[in-house]
């Protein structure tokens, strides 16, 4: 198959080996689950559990709000002991309402909805239903709502589902251990999203320091027989952020999504192979996203793992899993070293798109002050996007956030390229993320003031009408008496 | 030399009388700068600076009548704006960026007098005669007229808090040695 | 073990590379070049070369001092000794102490510092330098000499080097006894005295001769071939990209060729310009510093074709026989707006930042 170049890109030491041999273990049920509503793009889920109350192992305890949302499940059974905020894992470090459910260790399953018996003769809403009701996110990281996308191709002319199974992130072997492990499941997933898509096409993406996993693919997808769409697996050059969902649409299909648009846009719909994995489930089983795998890995990890967790399970239960340090971490991270975020507390809960916990030693951190930009341009080079780093922090270090925005800093993705290549060590991407942030915050401001203008222009066209309506009928009054 | 003299006065009685031509036929009938300097301002109507509403001290500011400090929910934001469009300079330093505020009124003090319902200039507020009332926070804009009326000291000032939603990183740290505050800013 | 938990954004884990590590590389790329030339001028090149380096540094560590910023880790990047070789190499080699300590002031406090320290100047610090002492010491500044090959026959000892170094050559060595001209210089004399270029061109050294460096010359003006060498290695290292290298060197190659073509008599041919000055030190090593060149490879190679036509139009037409530093200055105060102009498209728009259209067929 035809590959096309992507612009940009780095190669990070990856740092793999340290846990992709390591196959799937499953974590003894935690005693307590900590399960927030809101771990995903869009709007919180409504709790529909109250304190007290006993939940059982899949039971639906927080539903989906608005159109952008998705629904939350006990992942195990247990007693609600606790409704309430809880630090979430953000790097804010600030409170989300959270679930707590104390389990009972009997993991006891609730009913769950019967199996699609032949989902390539269902239809797809029934699919989309299926999906929307099991709460599955985009599990590669940024967890959007699967159900939201997979109705993409009710308005959108799709041929391709591209699976992505690059995980170009250094260290993260949850997914090269999924496909290893699980190919069946994960090719059946992806046909049956293909099927509600409406796809002709799917193929499955694996960058080429894989050839496990890529063999594992290839080999089921070559045995699928059948109703349904065909599935072509194929290897991808081994380049950061190659796993990027615009930049791996450009790879495969040399098609470029136009800013500000999806990649439906351009006839592809990109899900993760955990997605595909947890479509499975629903659709077969009837199983709702209640446990994903997490890789467990870093220098400063005693023995890196790849676990599958239920979802809720504190940070700290994962590492004594693990046997806890080995040395003390210079830092923690939540997800992939490149765009992952901070870990601020071992408290917090593991979430639907948490792909990774990595304890870093300083001598892998190689953190350094930074210092003056000397303009040598390597960010320029390695920006996948096409931007010019050094230009944005410059603008950003005075506040010319009107500037930035037109050099295109909502079009950064933050995949750190830049910041990784900087010799100056440069925290360009701290950068980016802070005029992204303030920018949002100046649109709302914007938006606000806008509100407080309307209503006071009524508020006074209200006052001046009363005010004239009195007036006149004085004046009335006057006249009747003279 | 008579041709470069000649040259040279023909010009400048030539653009001169353009000019004042212009002058004659351009000219501005009224103080543009006031609508311009209106837009700039807030809108709100909440007479913190010690005028009725935006458009009087839009017009104070244009005579020149009115610091260019003089609006609170401003900040500091619109104090530059306005000390550029104005040309003037002013110490700026005093000028804070408002606190992002809302109202809260008290249940156990409100005595339901809707004095605070007739003072917000965007019906924040809601209650009636008699009753409790109460105050929308996503439009109240923390202009704190309502606290002055309230007979009973009822209402009082809420930061509003960051959530997961709006909050954003920090700016980082400046390079060490980044001297860009040294030889740029005056 | 509970570890120091810290908010700070990704990415985690950072590449090897340090500003430091990048000067050290330039530096080392440079050396053999640097060690052939002080071997061929003898011991005065290197008395004169370790004066001007260390003026250098000295000036670095002064005005860090003095613009309260920490002296130790900035010095220890290595841009001061990097600029100051580089400075070195284009000042006649048996030149006076005071011409090389003059030549760091103008380039660390004057062309760097007082721009805002490293990063910030607008112009090449060595190259500034070197120009400013051109203009201003137009005799000192060309007083080239035949080889002194070091150890050789001939070879100026210690106390002589010494006294050339203050400025007090014995008369053996003196300016009338060794000055020679750059090929460059001679065949432009030769010229306005009316000699067609190619004939004066036979009578200086060979190309080869050239190549290899043996001839009169600045320091970095001598052996083409290690300059290459070390630029090929630095391209390698990826330190510097090929764009400005290549498209200056294409340049000079291509403009001189033409009009050596179009008019033998006047103009001296592709391969002369290409190996003798500064060309490949310019190409390499000059044009290519990181501060004062464009940061997009389109604007580079922009850049470079300014460079070269530029030296070749000053070689050819202006006062002076070697036209690289004036050429690398000109083209350096065009860096922003090359920069504002070249910018890279950013992906999913096009060249003026619109989004990309919707392919047909698209609902």
């Known amino acids: 198959m035809k590959l096309f170049p992507i612009p940009g890109g780095i190669h990070p030491e990856y740092r793999k080996t340290l846990a992709s041999e390591v196959a799937i273990s499953t974590l003894p049920l935690p005693e307590r689950l900590h399960v927030p509503l809101q771990q995903h793009i869009g709007a919180a889920a409504d709790p529909l559990v109250g304190v007290g109350e006993r939940v059982r192992k899949g039971q639906l305890i927080a539903r989906g709000r608005g159109v952008v949302s998705a629904s939350q499940h006990a992942p195990t059974s247990g007693i609600v002991v606790e409704i309430g905020e809880l630090t979430a894992p953000h790097p804010s470090g600030l409170a989300q309402p959270t679930i707590v459910i104390e389990a009972d260790g009997q993991d006891e399953w609730a009913e769950l909805p019967p199996p699609i018996e032949d989902p390539f003769a269902a239809s797809p809403r ?33 041929d391709i589902l591209l699976i992505n199974g690059a995980e170009c992130e250094p260290y993260l072997t949850c997914d090269d251990r999924v496909m290893r492990e699980h190919a069946t499941e994960v090719i059946d997933g992806a046909r049956i999203m293909a099927h509600a898509l409406r796809a002709e096409r799917v193929i499955v993406a694996i960058e080429d320091n894989k050839p496990q996993a890529l063999a594992a693919m290839q080999a089921v997808a070559a045995k699928v027989v059948g109703d349904g769409p065909s599935v072509e697996v194929i290897g ?41 994995r947890a479509v499975h489930h629903a659709v077969r089983f009837g199983r709702p996203l209640i446990a994903r795998v ?15 967790v239920p979802i809720g399970t504190p940070v700290s239960a994962l590492l004594d899993f693990c046997s806890g340090f080995a040395s003390e971490p210079a830092s923690l991270v939540l997800g992939g070293p490149m765009m992952g975020q901070p870990l601020l507390s071992l408290d917090v809960p593991l979430v639907k798109g948490s792909s990774g916990v990595l304890a870093l030693t300083r ?64 925290p360009l991407v701290h950068y980016f993320n802070y005029a992204k942030g303030a920018l949002a915050a100046e649109a709302r401001e914007q ?16 006052l001046e009408k009363i005010a004239a309506e009195r007036a006149a009928k004085r004046g009335g009054a006057g006249g009747n008496a003279a | 030399m008579m041709m470069d003299v000649g040259s040279l006065t023909a010009m400048g009685v030539v653009l001169g009388g353009v000019l004042g031509a212009a002058a004659h036929f351009l000219k501005v009938e009224e103080n543009p700068i006031e609508a311009e300097i209106k837009e700039m301002l807030p809108g709100s109507q909440c007479g913190q600076c010690g005028f009725v509403g935006c458009a009087q001290a839009a017009a104070a500011l244009a005579k020149g009548e009115a610091p260019v400090t003089l609006c609170p929910p401003g900040g500091r934001a619109v104090a530059e704006a306005l000390a550029k469009k104005l040309g003037v300079t002013a110490d700026l330093s005093a000028v804070e960026d408002p606190r992002d505020e809302y109202a809260e009124i008290a249940e156990s003090a409100c005595i339901g007098c809707t004095k605070c319902l007739q003072a917000c200039s965007v019906d924040a507020i809601v209650g009636a005669a008699k009753q409790m009332h109460g105050v929308i926070p996503e439009l109240c804009h923390g202009c704190r007229k309502c606290i002055e009326t309230c007979p009973t000291n009822a209402i009082h000032m809420v930061e509003v808090e960051p959530t997961i939603a709006t909050w954003h990183w920090p700016k980082p740290d400046g390079e060490a040695g980044a001297a860009d505050s040294t030889h740029t800013h005056h | 073990m509970m570890p120091q938990l810290k908010a700070r954004s990704g990415p985690f884990t950072h590449s090897r590379t340090s500003v430091r590590e990048k000067m050290m590389t330039v530096l080392l790329a440079l050396a053999p070049a640097v060690a052939f030339d002080l071997w061929l001028f003898g011991l005065p090149a290197i008395m004169l070369f370790v004066v001007t380096v260390s003026a250098c540094v000295a000036f670095e560590a002064l005005c860090l001092k003095q613009a309260g910023q920490p002296v130790a880790p900035t010095l220890g990047d290595g841009s001061a000794i990097l600029t100051g070789s580089l400075l070195a190499m284009s000042l006649p080699p048996w030149g006076p102490w005071w011409i090389g300590v003059l030549g760091a002031l103008i380039a660390i406090p004057l062309a760097k510092h007082a721009y805002g320290g490293i990063g910030r100047n607008l112009f090449n610090p060595a190259m500034v330098a070197r120009v400013a002492l051109l203009v201003s010491f137009p005799v000192v500044m060309t007083a080239w000499v035949a080889p002194h090959p070091l150890f050789a026959a001939g070879s100026p000892g210690f106390s002589d080097s010494l006294a050339i170094l203050f400025g007090a050559a014995p008369a053996a060595f003196s300016v009338d006894a060794v000055a020679s001209a750059t090929p460059l210089g001679f065949v432009k004399t030769e010229l306005s005295r009316g000699i067609a270029v190619s004939q004066s061109v036979a009578s200086v050294p060979g190309l080869s001769d050239l190549f290899f460096g043996l001839r009169p010359g600045s320091l970095g003006e001598t052996s083409a071939l290690l300059i290459l060498l ?16 290549a498209t200056v060197l294409a340049t000079i190659f291509v403009v001189a060729s033409l009009a050596h073509w179009l008019a033998p008599d006047r103009f001296a041919s592709g391969t002369f310009h290409l190996f003798s000055g500064a060309s490949f030190l310019g190409a390499f090593f000059i044009a290519t510093d990181y501060v004062t060149s464009p940061v997009s490879k389109r604007g580079q190679l922009v850049f470079g074709f300014g460079v070269g036509l530029l030296a070749w139009v000053i070689r ?30 950013i ?4 060249r003026r930042g619109d989004p990309l259209p919707l392919r047909e067929g698209a609902r």
């Open chain 1, 126 to 158: 029934a699919i989309q239903e299926r999906v929307d009701a099991s709460g599955i996110v985009g599990m590669g990281g940024a967890a959007f709502p699967s159900a939201v996308k997979l109705e993409l191709g009710n308005r959108h002319a799709l």
């Open chain 1, 236 to 276: 991808v050059p081994v380049q950061y952020p190659m796993g990027s969902e615009r930049h791996l649409v450009l790879a495969v299909t040399g098609r470029e999504t136009p800013a500000k648009k999806l990649t439906a846009d351009v006839g592809v719909v990109v899900h993760n192979v955990g997605t595909a």
């Open chain 1, 294 to 308: 997490v890789t467990v890995s870093g220098a400063a990890i005693r023995q890196p793992k790849n676990v599958e």
């Open chain 1, 363 to 426: 001598e892998e951190v190689n953190e350094q002050p930074a210092s003056t930009c000397i303009r040598c341009g390597s960010c320029v080079e390695v920006c996948p996007c096409g931007l010019v780093p050094l230009e944005m922090a410059a603008y950003i270090r005075k506040d010319k956030l009107k500037e930035v925005a037109a050099l295109g800093v909502t079009d950064c993705m933050s995949c750190g390229s830049c910041s990784w290549v900087c010799p100056s060590h440069i």
């Open chain 1, 447 to 462: 938006r606000k003031s806008e509100l407080v203008r309307v209503r006071s222009e009524a508020h006074q066209a209200r």
């Open chain 3, 230 to 245: 070390g630029g090929l290695v630095l391209i390698w290292r990826r330190i510097i990209s090929w764009h400005i290298p």
């Open chain 3, 316 to 345: 050819t037409f202006a006062g002076y026989p070697e036209g690289m530093a004036f050429a690398v200055l000109l083209m350096n105060a065009l860096t922003p707006i090359i920069d504002q102009y070249t910018r890279p498209r």
């Open chain 3, 347 to 350: 992906l999913g728009r096009d």
